[in-house]
């Protein structure tokens, strides 16, 4: 039987399916229905983005209240913040101490040299002849040392008191001479319990003179052991003084060194009576056969010395100073009555040991008032006896031109200017103004353009002055000296 391939027959009442490509989708145009949606479905992007949440509503933030506020400050993470910072602020505070510390250790400070007793002391030269008329004699010094002690005055030098016939000591003595040595020797031994100090002096005394062959240098050293063993601190002389030579003074260095110790070192002061003190040829540069040189600010007269004279002497005395040995300042020559505080305030305020004359401090009231020129000696005593730039500061001379002051003003006629030193010690610094002129003296800011704005006046002549002051401003009246700190 042959088979053949049948069609199958398409169902009676239907119509005839369309064979065309657009059916099967290959060649062909798109047409109708079909190609529309297809063009849509090609234009459409290939990634359609997601709709964006909606925002969510804002949150209104609310103070917390006093129980949250406590619970959450209790937390551990609080506590451990806490404890952090404490740490970190301790941290901080040691490491600053540390550093402050460390500049002040590294930063250059001057460093004093520890001074000896008579380089701390004020010296007063009393003069029993000039103070015990009508007095009592020693016995009326013996009740001032208290007083005199109590000013700040820490040894004492026994002038115009012995005479060539009572020092050196002899075998022989007659009953007035005897006498008079007892008294000297109670008066040393009442100033050593006062606390001061005293030092005879034998200036002007012909110890070695060619007429008495009695006078040799043992007889001598003899007589310095004896008032050594009294008390006594230490001798004066007169560079005049034929005692004034390396050979004497190479003798009685060795009889002061039997007697001295570190807390009672005995000395050897020189008064200086010409302008330039004669040197000493030592044999060793180790060997000070001098421990004190007297100066006077003041050349020595009979009758008080013009202003111009004062003023030009005590120019002189700052612009030429020597180092060499220790000084000590005292007046010397006589000047006017209103000059008597300024020299005072100059003598307290110069580098070495001040040596204050019996007239000076001795009356502690006037009129039943106190003395105006003992509160002024009193100020500057407890000012050099605590501030270590009076003590042994620096010295700094300012010459004051008068050219540089205002040119309206007319306060500058005086042909006398005003004088001025600075003392430094560290980042201290005093500044002492005097005014020796007649008439009154404003400080020019133009002056010492170095110097700070403003200072502190501790003392002034007229003890009318305290406090802080501008210094451009500072006006100073006539004979008035003034001390600023600052």
């Not at 479905?41 to 997601?50: C, K, T």
Request: with cysteine; proline share 7%.
């Amino acid at each position: 039987m042959e088979q053949t391939d049948k069609v199958p027959e398409e169902p009676v009442g239907t119509q005839p399916r369309r064979m065309d490509a657009g059916d099967t989708g290959y060649g062909g145009a798109p047409g109708g229905k079909q190609a529309s949606s297809a063009a849509e479905s090609e234009a459409a992007p290939l990634l359609v983005p997601e709709p964006e949440p909606e925002p969510e509503p804002a949150q209104h933030w609310k103070p917390m209240s006093k129980p949250e506020l406590e619970a959450a400050a209790g937390g551990p993470g609080w506590r451990k913040m806490r404890c952090y910072a404490v740490l970190l602020f301790w941290l901080l505070w040691v490491a600053m101490l540390a550093a402050s510390v460390v500049i002040i250790v590294m930063s250059p400070h001057p460093v004093a040299a520890p001074l000896k007793w008579w380089q701390k002391s004020l010296f007063y030269r009393l003069q029993p002849g000039a103070q015990t008329q009508g007095s009592g004699g020693m016995d009326a010094i013996c009740e001032q040392l208290p007083y005199l002690r109590s000013l700040g005055i820490g040894a004492l030098i026994l002038e115009g008191l012995f005479e060539e016939e009572v020092f050196p000591l002899k075998v022989n003595e007659t009953r007035e001479r005897v006498g008079m040595l007892h008294q000297i020797q109670h008066l040393i031994l009442e100033s050593n319990k006062t606390g001061l100090k005293m030092v005879l002096d034998l200036c002007e005394l012909n110890l070695l003179g060619p007429h008495d062959l009695s006078r040799n240098p043992a007889t001598i050293q003899h007589a310095l052991r004896f008032w050594l063993e009294q008390g006594a601190a230490g001798f004066a002389i007169c560079d005049t003084d034929a005692a004034y030579s390396e050979k004497t003074l190479m003798g009685w260095r060795d009889v002061l060194k039997e007697f001295s110790s570190e807390d009672e070192e005995r000395i050897m002061v020189v008064k200086q009576t010409r302008d330039v003190l004669p040197p000493l040829n030592t044999t060793s540069q180790n060997v000070k056969l001098v421990d004190v040189v007297m100066r006077s600010i003041l050349p020595s007269s009979r009758h008080h010395l013009p202003t111009h004279e004062v003023a030009a002497a005590i120019k002189t005395k700052l612009q030429t100073r020597e180092e060499d040995i220790w000084p000590s300042w005292t007046i010397g020559g006589k000047a006017s009555h209103n000059l008597k505080k300024l020299l005072l305030v100059l003598l307290m305020t110069l580098p070495g040991s001040p040596a204050v004359q019996h007239n000076y401090v001795v009356n502690q009231t006037q009129d039943g008032k106190t003395n105006s020129t003992v509160a002024l000696f009193s100020s500057l005593s407890d000012s050099r006896a605590r501030e270590e730039a009076l003590l042994h500061g620096s010295f700094t001379f300012l010459p004051y031109n008068t050219s540089n002051a205002s040119s309206n003003s007319t306060l500058f006629s005086s042909s006398l200017p005003m004088l001025a030193f600075l003392r430094s010690w560290g980042c201290v610094h005093f500044l002492i103004l005097l005014n020796v002129g007649s008439e009154r003296h404003p400080v020019d800011a133009a002056w010492a353009p170095s110097l700070p704005e403003h200072g502190v006046i501790v003392t002034s002549t007229g003890m009318d002055r305290m406090g802080s002051t501008p210094l451009n401003t500072l006006e100073l009246q006539p004979y008035e000296a003034v001390v600023i700190k600052f």
